[in-house]
DNA sequence: ACTCGCTGATACCTGCCCGGTATGACAGGG
DNA sequence: CCCTGTCATACCGGGCAGGTATCAGCGAGT
């Protein structure tokens, strides 16, 4: 009576994102008439009309955006809780179960960080296997709330801690990384109102969920795509200090006076539990 | 293949919580048998035992244990979309949709903060109706989670934050509430240690999940019952300075110089999105 | 204006799977 | 040794999810 089915919540969620029946049905690998019927059969159980269909395409009401919301919320939880269990009972390792922990990591950001983290870990007794999952840009977030990773190297400002729990590992300055043989490659220090907007140098653009923002820049995929596009001289990036590790010959790293440090922070679900993550957490907290 | 129908966790839970089938089958208002079927597909499903049939009674295997505490959140998770929904969809109100606020508060908490919150809420424009929903003793955590209230008000260190948002709202001293006419009424301050151990006033005992904690003093349901006992001269019990609103003549409070700040917070889900409990916010930290 | 195309809704049928009843296997206790 | 209590197995029936065929409204194009 009051709680709802999982199938439930995919299909009106799958009608939500598309706001075309057909369209979703086929995402869902269904015919179109038992989708309708689902989704008044939801209506009708919850009282509630959660589409406006209008002739040309259907609306969410207001009902529709919350079930939206916690919809997808709950189909988050259902499938961590999959993947959490076949992990702890070792349906995903060969040799049975094994104590081990997912570490979401944006690739290739806090080399130096994650290696000490990782030593000092293995050093603990009773430690626990960690794999480190490379995380696109910014999914960390997602990969915690849908069961895909344990933990997560988390770097503020750009990604969100809301609903998780962290610790604070490190601050840093940002710089700004340039082909070495340009004019302000030679400066001691630049400002961000300095790299703004460079006309020969436009700052590159990094998808935000699947989209790029607008601007002149190139479109970046990943880091190694950049560095080669810096290195040729065509674009620049901000990035925090601890990106030193990984430039070029041909690039130049300047510090930027007026950048907000970048807050590293290890992050992990709020209601997690689990032995193996208490002592990553004491050993970070203690790096 | 990856995503576990709530039908499925809402027998696991049962089951691990019972250790016993027939008891979860009658809490579930089913049959034994379907039951054992279930499970076992639940469990050739994610590939892993859950459960240790020992023939006498069953036992949670690690992964089991997992699930039941991930399967526990993804319930909450699912009720709360369906309750949340109804509420925006004004299924509950018969006047229609109505912009609506839950607000969960221990019963008799904070009774100053909180008219002053209403009020300075009410005045503002567009504001929700705020609907206050008494709460048990530290049960307001639980309500976020499955969608009864949108918001809490939580008091540190008695609730516990994690999975939240929140913004603090005020900080308080604690005092011990005495019948007036005991010797220890006349006192202008008192310590903890003052107090742990009177022989003729033991503590009273609040339930915490249901559950007593051990100790010599009566067990209590509600505070009009403890206010009671206290002018009785049966017991005593240490609150919150906020506490004197609904003291009788026949208490006295007397300041407790090292117990900890009692800190009340307004709480909400970590991914709430609504319109209406911004505003609150809002208004709290203008408080 | 008529038709065509696209939308979602309805009607009807079929097969699966969920749940019930009856029973079995197995261990422990009096 | 049987009785009790546990969970598993065997079998059956009904409800409901899903498929196919079709309808119903609205827009657009000629």
Redesign the interface.
């Known amino acids: 009576m009051?709680?709802?089915?999982?199938?439930e919540?995919?299909y009106f969620v799958a009608v939500a994102e598309e706001l075309h029946f057909g369209r979703a049905a086929e995402r869902l690998g269904m015919a179109q008439p038992p989708l309708s019927r689902a989704i008044q059969q939801l209506e009708r159980r919850?009282?509630?009309?959660?589409l406006d269909r209008d002739r040309r395409g259907v609306a969410l009401?207001?009902?529709g955006?919350?079930?939206l919301?916690?919809?997808r919320?709950?189909?988050?939880?259902?499938?961590?809780?999959?993947?959490?269990?076949?992990r702890?009972?070792?349906?995903d390792t060969p040799g049975g179960?094994r104590n081990r922990l997912v570490l979401a990591v944006k690739a290739g950001a806090s080399h130096e960080l994650l290696h000490k983290l990782l030593d000092a870990y293995a050093a603990e007794p009773g430690a626990a296997e960690i794999e480190v999952l490379p995380s696109g840009t910014c999914e960390q977030g997602e990969m915690l709330r849908d069961?895909r990773a344990d933990a997560a190297l988390m770097h503020m400002p750009y990604n969100s801690l809301?609903?998780?729990?962290s610790e604070e590992l490190m601050s840093e300055g940002q710089i700004a990384v340039l082909p070495a043989r340009h004019p302000l490659a030679a400066r001691r220090t630049l400002t961000m109102a300095d790299v703004a907007h460079v006309p020969d140098l436009p700052l590159a653009r990094w998808p935000r969920h699947g989209t790029y923002p607008p601007g002149p820049g190139p479109e970046i995929h990943d880091q190694t795509q950049l560095a080669q596009l810096i290195a040729l001289g065509r674009t620049m990036a901000v990035y925090p200090d601890s990106a030193r590790a990984w430039l070029w010959a041909e690039h130049a790293a300047v510090p930027l006076t007026d950048a907000p440090p970048v807050i590293t922070h290890l992050a992990w679900p709020?209601?997690s539990?689990s032995l193996a993550l208490a002592g990553l957490i004491r050993t970070a907290t203690r790096l």
């Open positions: 009051d709680t709802l089915e999982t199938r919540l995919r919850l009282g509630v009309r959660l009401t207001a009902a955006e919350m079930l919301h916690e919809g919320a709950a189909l988050d939880a259902a499938t961590a809780a999959a993947r959490r269990t076949r702890a009972g070792g349906a179960p069961g809301t609903g998780f729990d709020a209601h539990r």
